[in-house]
T-cell receptor, first 105, second 121 residues
């Protein structure tokens, strides 16, 4: 089973700053099979990115995904107040990463 | 509008059984794979199980394999999860989720609000 490791565990940033979140796989996976989610307290997760770099419906273009092989990145170009949340990566049909919390500095 | 309504959660003793259900509406249920994903209190997401649109492909996390059974009834637009031999570590909010694409299960895109399962003596 492929294990996804997300880093850092917590990212403390200010609104307007750039956020860079990492997801590393224990074995190479096809970039077509990597997704990113956002979860806010008390809410169900929301799909942000699929196939490593494609934005889901209604997702703002400040969110972008990249990467291949074992290293994938979610970038939020300029943090808005509503972007402070927990972010997860997931391999299709399989496990999630442990999550990265983006908190207000 | 996609709606997923989970039910069947509750308090159960270790070793007991519980059956979760999910009523789906707002999309053509028979065309989409479905998932169960859980989240223990204060913890991250854990993919539990997935089932293809026609039940031809089914998968489970290692942590539940042999104890949980996923099924679906396309005529009733419903998804189920039979959970046997429950353990304390199965305590979590269980989400029903629709798959992003058709066919086999890949990633969820729409989620219900979850049903809470508590395993405790």
């Amino acid at each position: 089973e492929i294990v996804l490791t997300q880093s850092p565990g917590t990212l403390s940033l200010s609104p307007g700053e750039r956020a860079t979140l990492s997801c590393r796989a224990s074995q190479s996976i096809s970039s077509s099979y990597l997704a990113w989610y956002q979860q806010k307290p008390g809410q169900a997760p929301r799909l942000l990115i699929y196939a490593a770099s494609s934005r889901a419906t209604d997702i703002p273009d400040r969110f972008s995904g990249s990467g291949s092989g074992t290293d994938f990145t979610l970038t939020i170009s300029r943090l808005e107040p509503e972007d402070f949340a927990v972010y997860y990566c997931q391999q299709y049909g399989s496990s999630f990463g442990g999550g990265t919390k983006v908190e207000i500095k | 509008e996609v709606q997923l309504l989970e039910s069947g959660g509750g308090l159960v003793q270790p070793g007991g059984s519980l059956r979760l259900s999910c009523a789906a509406s707002g999309f053509t249920f028979e065309d989409y794979a479905m998932h169960w994903v859980r989240q223990a209190p204060g913890k991250g997401l854990e993919w539990v199980s997935g089932i293809s649109f026609n039940s031809g492909r089914i998968g489970y996390a290692d942590s539940v394999k042999g104890r949980f059974t996923i099924s679906r009834d396309n005529a009733k637009n419903s998804l189920s999860l039979q959970m046997n031999s429950l353990r304390v570590e199965d305590t979590a909010l269980y989400y029903c989720a629709k798959d992003f694409g058709g066919g086999s299960y890949g990633i969820p895109d729409y989620w219900g609000q979850g049903t809470l399962v508590t395993v405790s003596s």
